[in-house]
């Protein structure tokens, strides 16, 4: 059975930082790109950040360069995202994804396995 399990959320003040954890189970992790998307109440699902399993080349969203960061665990089978310097617009519930290509898209519709989200709330 296939899950992904994402962990790390809550409230936090503006400026501060969160790593979120993505564990994956049930399919052959190695093979697998991974990425994060993140979507506020009353908007559409928009891409975070991607890492490529072949050769680990990274992708991010314009919004979040420079103080997000994607990194992975291949014997833990965990992907993180570090999250600096917080802004109430980051907002969000966080997903973590997987799609069996190697290239690095943050597009959602190409990504086949979703975990259940956790919620990000960046407030003072």
């Known amino acids: 059975q296939v899950q992904l399990v994402e962990s790390g959320g809550g409230l936090v003040q503006p400026g501060g930082s969160l790593?979120?954890?993505c564990a994956a189970s049930?399919?052959?992790?190695r093979y697998y790109t991974i990425g994060w998307f993140r979507q506020a109440p009353g908007k559409e699902r928009?891409?975070?950040s991607c890492m490529s399993y072949g050769d680990g080349s990274t992708n991010y969203a314009d919004s979040v360069k420079g103080r997000f960061t994607i990194s992975r665990?291949?014997?833990k089978n965990t992907v993180y995202l570090q999250m600096n310097n917080l802004k109430p617009?980051?907002?969000a519930v966080y997903y973590c994804a997987a799609r069996?290509?190697?290239?690095?898209y943050l597009n959602a519709n190409v990504y086949t396995y979703w975990g259940q989200g956790t919620q990000i709330?960046?407030?003072s």
């Open 100 to 104: 069996s290509g190697y290239q690095c």
């Open 121 to 123: 709330t960046v407030s």
């Open 19 to 21: 790593r979120l954890s």
């Open 46 to 48: 928009e891409g975070v």
């Open 89 to 91: 617009e980051d907002t």
């Open 26 to 29: 049930g399919f052959t992790w």
């Open 73 to 75: 665990d291949n014997a």
